[in-house]
């Protein structure tokens, strides 16, 4: 009989003990938390010298601050709160660095030439002798940044241009410099040897353009538009001549003519837009001028062809081009001093304004024409500016626009 009591008393409290545990489960829920507070440790700026790095730049590689942390670890039990433990940790601040070259450009591109070497030395395993005949390394084209920051041990300068006899233009290497070596790379070798060109081979028979947009097509007297190629153009009320012009680059040439006006001159439009009928006409004004002084009509085609294009072969059905001259003047007669002196200031302002001259003195032997200074090619500010820097003097715009392969 008291066995039976014990165990029902045992029982009895058993089951009390989950009640009131599951009861302070619910009410007096407590937890065990860390509980941190950190202050900020700043990081030095540290200035060091790389005698290996472009001189007059610098790099950073960043640093990180650090921290002071206290942890404690608190038991929680509803709003009551009881410190168990406390600990502290200090996490150092890495320092910035910033690094002052002090290599020469000279020294670097005497640096760049072994490495092109090496680089043309690979490349030749597998590629036309032709290919790699005139290749010269000009230019270190650097970030205008004055200051790189370091990504992954490694910082992009710049590149290094190398100039192609064969076609007159510039192919392209990125320098890379690493951190860990304290030397320069040049990469992206694929890319380089890809744009690698051969001499132009003028064709035997005037080719005929294939493309869609021909903005930016090479139209000469060996590359022909189509007959029904158009563009769209509008009258170009803003400038006096009552010509028509290219909507994609009007408003460049109303710039150009507001420039101009500041400057003093007074500009108009003698020619723009020709439809290729338009061409037909004026090609054969010029056909009758020549034979007017008694030529044969065969003479007088070859001679209107130095300054007069045949149907299809003018970049006048492009749109984007214009005869510029001064309205103080009787067209583009070449002995008129305002055209001279507006000429001249066109040479060296239209290019800020999306315009080339297409026919320059002492190219007629490779474009076909005679020195035209009236005659001006829209081909937007960006290309116009890279023309007039570093293509002007040594090619000429056909050239630079097969080269740039951009119709």
Request: a negative charge; hydrophobic letters at 40%.
């Amino acid at each position: 009989m008291k066995k039976h009591k014990f165990v029902f008393l045992t029982t009895a409290i058993l089951f009390a003990a989950v009640i009131a545990g599951s009861f302070l489960a619910v009410f007096l829920s407590y937890r065990i938390s860390a509980e941190s507070e950190y202050s900020k440790i700043e990081f030095e700026k540290l200035q060091v010298s790389d005698p290996n790095f472009i001189e007059g730049k610098k790099y950073i590689i960043p640093g990180n601050p650090g921290y002071n942390v206290d942890t404690k670890r608190v038991l929680g039990i509803q709003s009551f709160r009881l410190p168990l433990t406390q600990s502290n940790q200090v996490i150092n601040p890495t320092p910035e660095y910033t690094f002052t070259g002090g290599l020469t450009i000279e020294q670097l591109k005497e640096f760049l030439q072994t490495q092109l070497t090496l680089v043309l030395t690979e490349i030749a395993k597998d590629t036309d002798a032709a290919l790699l005949e005139g290749l010269a390394l000009e230019n270190i084209a650097l970030g205008q940044e004055d200051e790189f920051t370091a990504q992954a041990n490694l910082i992009n300068i710049g590149y290094a241009e190398v100039f192609m006899s064969n076609c007159n233009f510039y192919n392209e290497l990125p320098i890379t410099y690493n951190l860990t070596t304290k030397n320069y790379i040049l990469t992206n070798t694929a890319e380089f040897k890809a744009n690698l060109c051969a001499k132009y081979v003028p064709p035997t028979v005037p080719e005929e353009a294939t493309c869609t947009d021909c903005t930016f097509y090479p139209a000469d007297k060996l590359h022909r538009l189509r007959a029904d190629y158009a563009i769209e153009v509008i009258n170009a009320d803003g400038v006096p001549g009552a010509q028509r012009f290219a909507v994609i680059a009007y408003s460049d040439l109303l710039d150009l003519y507001s420039a101009a006006t500041n400057a003093g001159y007074n500009m108009r439009l003698t020619s723009a837009y020709r439809s290729y009928t338009d061409q037909q006409n004026v090609y054969e004004v010029w056909v009758q001028y020549e034979m007017g002084f008694g030529k044969s009509r065969a003479q007088a085609e070859s001679d209107a062809n130095s300054y007069s294009a045949l149907p299809g072969f003018s970049e006048h059905q492009l749109g984007t081009t214009a005869d510029i001259s001064s309205l103080d003047c009787i067209g583009i007669e070449t002995m008129c001093y305002s055209n001279e002196v507006f000429w001249q200031w066109l040479k060296e302002n239209a290019h800020n304004y999306g315009f080339v001259m297409s026919y320059a003195p002492g190219k007629d032997n490779v474009t076909g024409y005679i020195y035209e200074p009236w005659h001006y090619r829209w081909i937007g500010v960006e290309l116009a500016t890279e023309f007039k820097h570093k293509y002007e003097s040594r090619s000429y715009l056909a050239e630079f626009l097969r080269n740039k392969k951009l119709y």
